[in-house]
């Protein structure tokens, strides 16, 4: 097998992640589309477009939302703490990109009041794939609550056709 090919290969191989269920607790998330698959030879700087919602679903008028944020922890590193993407809070009701390294790549929208907060990654690659959180916090009658729910985010690489030859 060539040089070129094992490289493929091995690309598809590092890419290709599994999906898994996320649970629908008084927050949501959502990404959309939940598997993305890459055209052959993609580099860091393209990608696809892929939507990423945490929303307080089932929490009632009566709770005032303190805080909702989007988390994630990459596949790369599996053990790593989360790292707040995108946050609103009662200091800062509207949405905020909070990943530097984002920025110019990537928009949100949504705020605290709306409940809900998206993450559009406009040029999202395989780096991006993992764990993603939505976390939301809530005060009713003085007593607080906190919500978590979270999916996976699967990118793979389509390696294009593949010819092998015998030696």
């Given at each position: ?7 493929v ?12 269920n ?29 939507t ?20 994630r ?20 009701t ?7 390294s984002?920025q110019g ?14 993450l ?23 007593g ?24």
């Amino acid at each position: 097998m060539s040089p070129h090919i094992s490289h493929v290969l091995l690309t598809a191989l590092l890419c290709l992640l599994q999906t898994g269920n996320g649970q629908d607790d008084p927050t949501t998330i959502t990404v959309t589309p939940a598997t993305l698959t890459l055209m052959p030879n993609v580099s860091d700087s393209t990608g696809g477009q892929v939507t990423i919602s945490c929303r307080a679903s089932s929490v009632g008028d009566d709770e005032i939302m303190t805080a909702i944020n989007i988390e994630r922890v990459l596949h790369a590193s599996p053990n790593a703490d989360p790292v707040r993407v995108v946050a609103a809070s009662v200091v800062n009701t509207d949405a905020v990109l909070m990943l530097t390294s984002l920025q110019g790549s990537a928009t949100v929208t949504g705020s605290l009041n709306g409940k809900t907060i998206t993450l559009t990654l406009n040029r999202a690659n395989c780096g991006d794939a993992g764990m993603y959180i939505c976390n939301g916090g809530s005060v009713l009658d003085g007593g607080t609550k906190s919500y978590t729910s979270s999916r996976n985010l699967t990118i793979e690489v389509n390696p294009g056709p593949i010819t092998m030859t015998l030696l």
